[in-house]
């Protein structure tokens, strides 16, 4: 099922943006784990919409109601399932869309895909919305990883071409992840942030909308976390992270770079430290090779494309009448979806590590 991810650990995602409601059903979690609801409410908060300016005016609780999987705090065995209702919705906003498939969405090729039976409504289950139980499963599963010292944070890296401070890929620590999602606009410089958040509000003001890269990084990875070839480290976060929408390029490490340097400047050399572990003294690889965990931080990074769903008029067809049409997208949309994609990348992140490192166990 396209809707199915992982081996050990299962994540399945069901729901349409403007359905009753959305969930996801989470098979294979290791038994006896508590999990702290508080703690995945305030990791959720971190993607819902609603909540500042450069963001949807759409507002929902995304507060998640456990049908099964838990008892008495811990998980049991049984799949955990959760289900988040869809409260604010605007279904005629869409109405139009039936016909006129709006530019840069998944709206015509679903339309095709599935004969016209697809739910075109916010974008049906090609929506954004369904990063709400992506982020529910990988908050339960960053709660198993951290108790096993594997910790998952991630940072807006760019935003129309404002950069933050990258991570230091080789001295990044658990506190300076954990420093980063305490704040509302997750970046490591702050005055970074606000030329960010002026780009956005510029875009906004001119009913247009802006794209950026999201970097993540993961501290305490054992060595030897992924598989050989298909089911390499890279190729399963790349996957999952593909999984969330206007995710348009994934890279690992020094990702494109490596193409402009001699295999002397890329290779990363070897050396104990003083408890007999060995690490590498830069990390150009980001943590994998071989498709393999090497012990050192993993990085990735994250490109999305600017918001398809903008007021400006764009060029499109009518699909009932086989001609030309124009459309200006109405409704409540993000002029910039980075922000809120953060918590959307630590959850994919999380969600495969964990399956790997229980796949590790069989």
């Not at 016209?116 to 982020?135: M, V």
């Not at 970074?192 to 993961?218: F, R």
């Amino acid at each position: 099922m396209s809707s199915s991810f992982g081996e050990k650990v299962k994540i399945t995602i069901f729901g349409q943006s403007h359905s009753e409601g959305i969930g996801v059903v989470i098979d294979g979690l290791p038994v006896g784990e508590p999990i702290d609801m508080e703690e995945i409410q305030k990791f959720m908060k971190r993607r819902a919409p609603g909540r500042n300016a450069y963001s949807t005016p759409r507002k929902e609780e995304d507060m998640p109601r456990i049908l099964s999987g838990l008892f008495e705090g811990k998980t049991c065995g049984a799949p955990l399932c959760a289900v988040i209702e869809n409260t604010n919705t605007r279904s005629k906003d869409y109405d139009k869309l039936k016909d006129l498939p709006r530019p840069g969405h998944g709206d015509y090729t679903a339309w095709v895909k599935y004969q016209g039976a697809n739910d075109y409504r916010g974008g049906g289950h090609f929506s954004g919305r369904l990063t709400a139980p992506l982020c529910f499963a990988g908050a339960v599963c960053m709660q198993i990883l951290e108790r096993k010292g594997i910790h998952v944070g991630a940072h807006i890296l760019s935003i129309k071409g404002v950069e933050d401070t990258p991570f230091h890929g080789v001295q990044i620590q658990a506190e300076e992840l954990e420093k980063i999602a305490q704040k509302e606009f997750p970046v490591q410089n702050d005055r970074a942030g606000e030329a960010m958040q002026a780009a956005i509000l510029a875009a906004k003001e001119k009913l247009d909308s802006v794209g950026g890269i999201i970097e993540c990084a993961v501290v305490g990875l054992p060595v030897g976390v992924g598989e050989p070839m298909f089911d390499g480290l890279e190729s399963r976060l790349a996957a999952a992270v593909f999984a969330i929408p206007a995710v348009k390029g994934v890279e690992f490490g020094e990702g494109f770079g490596v193409a402009a340097l001699f295999g002397s400047e890329n290779n990363d050399s070897f050396y104990y430290e003083a408890d007999g572990r060995v690490c590498t003294k830069t990390n150009h690889h980001g943590g994998s090779l071989g498709g393999i965990s090497s012990g050192m931080p993993l990085l990735l990074r994250a490109a999305f494309k600017p918001t398809p769903s903008i007021g400006q008029e764009q060029e499109t067809v009518s699909l009932e009448k086989r001609q030309k049409e124009t459309l200006a997208v109405g409704g409540r949309h993000d002029p910039c979806i980075v922000p809120r994609a953060v918590p959307c990348v630590e959850a994919a992140v999380a969600v495969t590590l964990l399956d790997l490192l229980c796949r590790m166990e069989r």
